[in-house]
Nanobody
């Protein structure tokens, strides 16, 4: 029902910035909670940030709080993850996900649709 496509990943130096985009197809996108997760080699997938349909609620993982900003443009069916002050430990595959619930969740099991992932590599 819903297709998610991430873009914007790449290689950056520590301290640099990247903006990830997640474009969704689906008539009910505007009502979905959108989340960002990441998975580094050898580690479990972890929550990064999420945003409610209105943009009112935006929880962040403590490790990215103050550095990353999640936003959405419902008219464009797109969610963004602005990543500033990147650190080598931010290196991971980043995934966007959609939750058909109206309640913001920070656990991956609550999300119904997932993108293919985009690689972010931060060099030191």
């Amino acid at each position: 029902q819903v297709q998610l496509v991430e873009s914007g990943g790449g290689l950056v130096q520590a301290g640099g910035s990247l903006r990830l985009s997640c474009t969704a197809s689906g008539r009910t996108f505007s009502t979905y909670v959108m989340g960002w997760f990441r998975q580094a080699p050898g580690k479990e997938r972890e929550f990064v940030a999420a945003i409610s349909w209105s943009g009112r609620f935006t929880p962040y993982a403590p490790s990215v709080k103050g550095r990353f900003t999640v936003s959405r443009d419902n008219a464009k069916n797109t969610t963004y993850l602005q990543m500033n002050s990147l650190k080598p430990e931010d290196t991971a595959v980043y995934y966007c996900a959609a939750d058909t619930s109206s309640i913001v969740q920070t656990t991956e099991g609550y999300y119904d649709y997932w993108g293919q992932g985009t690689q972010v590599t931060v060099s030191s």
